[in-house]
């Protein structure tokens, strides 16, 4: 599993919510890192990705084509929401989040690298646990 990205043909997390952010992460601040001709301001304090606040909603850092194959242009200066947004069992964990959408494109869901490890409680999503 070690070499197994399933974001490469995915994408959908990127079309699915709005990317937003302290001001701060964005370029033209001391310090920011992502570019800021692909983000709009939100409020003196937050920015967002362009295009991740349209009512077709998709960030315009994303390349390609939803569920064949995509990138993000701006993957090593990405801002915070898509670092902290885990890939399924990324972390061991699951993101259950990931399935949901990815079934919106056609996608089936991940498969679970840890057999041993199954969903007991998948109708309450803050109530998902594992049995080991
Ligand atoms: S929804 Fe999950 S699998 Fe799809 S691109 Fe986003 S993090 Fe990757
Ligand atoms: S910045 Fe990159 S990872 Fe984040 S939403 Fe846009 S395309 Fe996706």
Known sequence: MDSFNPCLDC???CT????????GEAD?????????AMTEKLNPFMRC???????N??????????????SCSIYENRPTP???????????TPNPKCDELRAKIN???LPNPHPS????????????????
């Open 57 to 70: 909603r998709r960030c315009s850092a994303l390349e390609g084509t939803l569920g064949q194959q995509v």
């Open 82 to 92: 898509c670092r902290e947004f885990p890939v399924y069992f990324d972390d061991g």
């Open 117 to 132: 490890r199954v969903i007991v409680a998948a109708a309450d999503p803050a109530a998902e646990v594992f049995t080991a």
């Open 11 to 13: 994408g959908i997390c």
């Open 107 to 109: 996608l089936p869901p």
């Open 28 to 36: 033209d601040a001391p310090g920011g890192f992502v570019p800021a």
């Open 16 to 23: 699915h919510f709005r990317i937003s952010f302290y001001w």
């Open 49 to 55: 990705m362009k295009g991740s606040n349209d009512a």
